[in-house]
């Protein structure tokens, strides 16, 4: 989408951009609200929430392995950084279709300057990884013994291993005319080999590829007896290393250089050309794992002959070459946080709360039949969604469940209860998004055990995904058939509801309930967009919603009334809400915004946004809740939604926002948000510049953490900051 100007009228005293390179500050009668320079590039924003998450590694408030984990985190949202960010990019250059947005910066400006940026923060990661993480675990008895460091047991048990376990399923492949360079899988670790010598047939290529046993472990457990006391660990890279010339006997081996390869793992499915969506998609997915090539990660120590080999071989240039200091797959070290059995270096462990009212509830149904009941998640057990569903599958009186799901897995408790329901012959149905990102092949299990079930699965819509959270039953009480509903902000998935902050509200609302029928009804059948009572949904209601919220309290500050706005989302990009947002300042409208990643609005600029700040939370948990709450003069308004504010929740998703009423409830949320607000200690400002600074803490003023602060509330835990 090109840049527009978009010319609007303000009040006389309004200021505006200036007409030179600064930011804009000067106050001529209108105000710009196209200009380039109020809007924060896409990927830049995103490539800044990834160090955010990097620099917790370097806070030493929080556990150790708690850090070890951030920085594999970086690593992990990196990986999809380059395979999803980084590759629409180049593709966008390669097909000569460059998209300029608000932001005003063209594709090959936009990739450069990722460059520079992603090769400064992924040194850095190793270095912290190096000089930090790895030596204090050390310290703890938890150890990645290196090559050098074997003691005699060990580099014999290492022997043994390698040619017990993993020689016999490595396939080393020589270079030479009769065995081309080979078509690596996305992310998988190979070496090469610098040979010398000719073989059994008269070759001598001098290279080879050993492609690394993707069923084998990258890291492996030394036997307790071979070491010093802790857990002492060793990398599969090094044990192929250490034997690399047993793989070519009479060989001599000059140099093994470990590397990986990024490819593009975007899913392009043209709606037009599909006839059965799930046939498409498992097609799709196999070529996933052999897209364009779009960055390649090589040990420090690898000459560079052959990395211009290897970047020639991939068609990459220098920028995307990316040497590291240490494994080129550290999510692998995921084990080392998983297995290790260290208390004091991870969070403390909390048991999740039950509201009063469920505490001791055998009939749920009974209970919300009664008042809506809100969770917040993980705070707040999941619990009871699970039980509702478990509940209506045995329950005879409910003749009919409807479902979404998003990201969930085949052998999830959900999932188990609705097969469950879908054999006691009630009617069951599924809306599964199929293109839920990096979760496609389990979506397509979970429709298959469901289909097989005798659930009717329903793929949503061509061309929209559906990413609404929602589930409907229907029960006979009797002479009425009555609905109960379940509407949250976070997905169906019981492992998420630990880790992720979200909202749940079970309800059995008459109005509200109807909504989530007619949104069912239109994702199942054909028709024209229904009229609803409450609910607003994208692509059709939501955003004109939103804008029109934002409008109304935009006109309260223009006719001198206290104005208020707090949204919080995972992103904000969607260009019409930036610039409501950037009006409702100039009125004069407060406006905190809670984004914990993208964020495309600039704050803080004189006579635009100076009433707006934006901050992003990272802590313990993945800030995943969605609110959107209005003063509305005296009488607030306030929404929980599965929809961030992005160009693509709003117009391309079916998305699902749902007023709080009752002022207990919407009164509980909104002292949520202000503890959010309150926050110093995990929390970062977004400044005019696209950079995000800690919160400043006045003196005397005592330490305050939202997350904890919570699990202290919820759950009863003293949890450190």
Sequence with gaps: MNSRIIRETLPPDASVPAANDALPSATPPTVDLGDSR??????????QFNIRVLDQALDERTPLLERLKFLLIFSRNMDEFFEIRVAGLKGQIALDHELIGPDGIPPRRALAEISEIAHKQIERQYAILNERILPELAGQGIRIVRRTQWTHRQKLWVRRYFR???APLITPIGLDPTHPFPLLVNKSLNFIVRLDGIDAFGRDSGLAIVPAPRVLPRLIRMPLEICEGGDNYVLLSSMIHAHAEELFPGMTVLGCYQFRLTRNADLTLDPEDVEDLALALRGELYSRRFGDAVRLEVADNCPKDLTDYLLKQFGLNESELYEVNGPVNLARLFRIASEAGYPQLQYPSFTPALPKSLKHAEDLFQV?????????HPYESFSPVVDLLRQAAKDPQVLAIKQTLYRTNANSEIVDALVDAARAGKEVTAVVELRARFDEESNLSLASRLQQAGAMVIYGVVGIKTHAKLMLIQRREGTELVRYAHLGTGNYHTGNARLYTDYSLLTSD?????????LFSQLTGMGKVLRMKKLLHAPFTLKKALLELIARETAHATAGKPAQIIIKVNALTEPKVIRALYKASIAGVHVELIVRGVCCLRPGVEGVSENIRVRSIIGRFLEHSRAYWFAN????????ASADLMERNLDRRVESAFPLEGKKLQQRVRNTLDLYLGDNTSALLLQPDGQYLRAPVASGEPARNVQAELLEKLCGVAAKP
């Excluded at 109020?38 to 490539?47: D, P, W």
Aim: net charge negative; aromatic share 6%; with cysteine.
């Design 164 to 166: 017990e376990e993993v």
């Design 510 to 518: 008459e109005a509200l309930c109807e909504d989530v029928h007619k």
């Design 633 to 640: 003069d005296g009488d607030p308004q306030l929404y929980l």
């Design 368 to 376: 919300i039949g009664k008042q809506d009941v809100l969770l917040l």
């Design 38 to 47: 109020l809007y924060i590039h896409r990927e830049l924003s995103q490539l």
